[in-house]
């Protein structure tokens, strides 16, 4: 974070604004909104909702008129307005990780399926991805983390968002000489109603449930006591899902134990 201000003015008078591509317009999507109009040297050229509404209000908060706003249908209308300076809204969230002009993709969506499909499609088209979607990095963060590296380009999440805030104290801790216990966390347990956190070992020892994996179509085969933490053999998860798949694969990276099927 240090010289970031100096970094991104020279960006701006190098004429090399960063483009971001948001997807999600929600309360986080549009306080991203907000707070990247003030700055220099970046801004939020592309955002995509599901609720349009959703997007030309968070434009509309930032103090963005509408002459400056272009509704994008497809990929070649949103490569054109970008050419062009606007502001581009969508509601086809996948132009964000095809777009000439988007250096970085944001999600912040909060939805798992939607993260691994924006972070996997942006970090293969060689577009560093931050994700604001916790839900999504705590399951397969470690995956897109190699996938970036594969492909040249960063996969970070946010600094002052709160997973940022624990890396930068770690980092800290660390620089100081300080012994850090190093906590790998997997969100497990149950669905909506109950969950807990645990090392990535532990989870993999255990076979305890990642909490992201749990979704409506997911088959209880045993009851559950009350505050029992879910564990592999008790429930037929949703295997169709790409955030299921790419678990797999991160399963297949780093498992000694207990790994998706
Ligand atoms: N709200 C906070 O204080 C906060 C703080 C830090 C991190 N976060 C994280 O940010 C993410 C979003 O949280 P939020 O509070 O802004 O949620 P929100 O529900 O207000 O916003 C989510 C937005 O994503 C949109 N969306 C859903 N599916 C979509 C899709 N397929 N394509 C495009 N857009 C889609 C929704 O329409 C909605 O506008 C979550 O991962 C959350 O953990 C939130």
Redesign the pocket.
């Known amino acids: 974070m240090l010289n970031m201000d100096t970094k991104l003015a020279k960006r701006q008078e190098e004429g090399k604004v960063i483009r971001t591509g948001i997807?999600?317009?929600?309360?986080?999507?549009r306080g991203m909104v907000t707070q990247m109009a003030l700055m220099k040297g970046i801004m939020p050229a592309i955002v995509?909702?599901?609720?349009m509404d959703?997007v030309i209000h968070a434009f509309h908060y930032a103090g963005i008129s509408d002459d400056q706003i272009a509704v994008a249908e497809t990929l070649e209308e949103a490569n054109k307005y970008m050419e062009m300076g606007k502001f581009v809204a969508t509601d086809h969230?996948d132009i964000i990780a095809q777009a000439n002009l988007v250096e970085c993709a944001i999600d912040?969506?909060?939805?798992p399926e939607?993260g691994v499909k924006i972070a996997t499609d942006a970090l293969k088209n060689h577009k560093h991805v931050v994700m604001?979607?916790?839900?999504t990095d705590v399951v397969i963060g470690s995956y897109l983390k190699k996938l970036g590296d594969q492909n040249g380009v960063i996969y970070t999440g946010s600094a002052g968002?709160e997973p940022g805030a624990v890396m930068e104290l770690y980092s800290f801790a660390k620089a100081m000489g300080m012994q850090v216990k190093v906590i790998t966390i997997d969100g497990i347990g149950g669905y909506t109603t109950y969950g807990s956190i645990a090392t990535a070992e532990e989870t993999y020892k255990n076979g305890y449930v990642v909490y992201g994996l749990v979704n409506k179509k997911t088959r209880m085969l045993k009851d559950v006591r009350k505050g029992q933490l879910l564990t592999l053999d008790m429930v037929e998860l949703d295997t169709s899902t790409q955030l299921y798949q790419t678990r797999k694969m991160q399963d297949r990276m780093y498992h000694n134990g207990y790994a998706l099927k």
């Open positions: 997807v999600g317009a929600g309360q986080m999507g995509s909702d599901i609720k959703n969230s912040v969506t909060g939805v939607v604001m979607d916790v839900e968002d």
